[in-house]
């Protein structure tokens, strides 16, 4: 099971969830595999969690990390009807489950760490098609 696998079958699981509407929002995601518990935040915000979900499993390495497009096969499968028309900015993965407090604070105070698993820095350049990355 390849990362974006797990994902889609998390958000099939919270419905209602609207990630991109012309605003900029904070999303954060948590998974403890210990007790299979997930959480979704979006500002700040609880918006959904669920129990018991690949409780025990371990996300295997490699596979490719894939943003803003739709993935049909590791790295390939590409549909240019499934892309993000958006932006993006400070996405980092962690190998550790924040508290409802420390998402809380992020948001208000715009202080994202650097993630322990991969960094914004990370995403922003390895890009690839037509991407552009704007900076400060």
Known sequence: MYLQFFLSLIFR???NILLADAIWHHHCFTWNNTNGEYKFYKDGKLEGQHDDFKKGYIIQ???AMVLGQDQDSIGGGFDANQVLI???TELNMWDSV???SDVAAQYEN???PQGS????SFFKDAVHGKVQV???
């Open 98 to 100: 924040f508290s409802e």
């Open 86 to 88: 958006g932006k993006l």
């Open 61 to 63: 390495s490699g596979g």
């Open 134 to 136: 704007v900076e400060p």
């Open 117 to 120: 698993v991969l960094t914004w």
């Open 110 to 112: 715009c202080s994202i």
């Open 13 to 15: 699981t919270i419905p």
